[in-house]
């Protein structure tokens, strides 16, 4: 299964929220954070990890065959502290850039044997963002909750659903109800992200924080995985809707 998380513009907290998802995965089944922004990752950097084994070398796995179904993500993969399972990326745009864009030609990589949490940074109408939203299971963009930044998911929404029609919202701090913002920008808020420093410190490395499950970003992001694992679940036992079916050719 494949979460995509994404933002539109500035740094919403993609990859702070694509941490605590992973770390707090409601289901059973492995789970990995994958970086895929190809701006760079920064979580070899915050966790000071190696950057490999990690992003390239599961992308230069993802080359060895161009239908791979599986992929041993033990081996493109590190542990941190708390043991979550970590696929990072380079800092830099010029080394991560090439290996998203082999993702993109084969994703079916991020779709193994474990459920891969994909940060995939700022969403741009490029090959590699789109391939890999349109590989994606349930798609979550992270947005601050201020006028201009909805303005812009308002007029991004239309786009990024015919990528990805399980697509809902993150929004950051908001100041209006879930309910205004999703008829105001026509896609449905999931959650509702709280500003919570300490905590993103903590996943970030940079501090201690006593009973980290009780804090509010942890808590949200437990609940909106749970929301995550029930879209997905919906994704692969829902039949097609009838309209797109008809409009695919599908129903005569
Ligand atoms: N819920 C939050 N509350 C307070 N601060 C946060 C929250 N989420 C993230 N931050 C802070 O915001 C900054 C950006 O976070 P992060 O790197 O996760 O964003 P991003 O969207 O991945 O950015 P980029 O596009 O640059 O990769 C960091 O300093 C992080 O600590
Ligand atoms: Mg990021």
Redesign the pocket.
């Known amino acids: 299964m494949l979460i995509a998380v994404f ?1 539109l513009a ?10 605590a998802l992973a770390g707090t995965w409601p289901e059973p089944e492995p789970v990995w954070m994958v970086e895929a ?1 190809t ?2 990752g ?1 979580v070899a950097t915050w966790w000071r990890l190696p950057v490999w084994p990690g992003v390239v070398d599961l992308a230069a796995a993802s080359r060895s065959g161009q239908d791979h179904e599986t992929v041993d993500t033990m081996a493109c993969s590190q542990v941190l502290p708390g043991g979550l399972r970590v696929c990072a990326a380079p800092s830099t745009a010029d080394r991560t850039a090439g290996a998203v864009g082999l993702l993109a030609q084969n994703p079916k990589v991020l779709k193994s044997d474990r459920v891969a949490v994909a ?1 995939l ?2 969403v741009v109408p490029d090959a590699a963002s789109s391939a890999l939203l349109e590989a994606a299971d349930v798609a979550v963009l ?1 947005a601050s909750g201020d006028v201009a930044h909805l303005k812009r998911v308002r007029e991004a929404a239309a786009g990024l659903r015919t990528r990805c029609l399980r697509l809902g919202l993150a929004v ?2 908001p100041s209006r109800s879930s309910a205004e913002i999703s008829e105001a920008v026509g896609l449905p808020v999931w959650a509702k ?5 300490r ?3 903590f ?2 490395n ?1 501090g201690e924080v006593r009973r980290p499950h009780r804090r509010p ?1 942890i808590r949200e992001a437990r609940a909106l995985g749970r929301t995550l694992a029930e879209q997905a679940r919906s994704t692969t036992t829902d039949p097609v809707d009838p309209t797109v079916a008809r409009f695919l050719g599908e129903v005569p």
Do not use: E
Not at 193 to 197: E, T, V
């Open positions: 933002s500035g740094a919403p907290g993609v990859t702070t929220l694509a941490l922004d701006s760079g920064d940060d940074g700022r992270v950051v701090d992200l709280p500003q919570d420093a905590t993103a410190a996943l970030q940079q970003l």
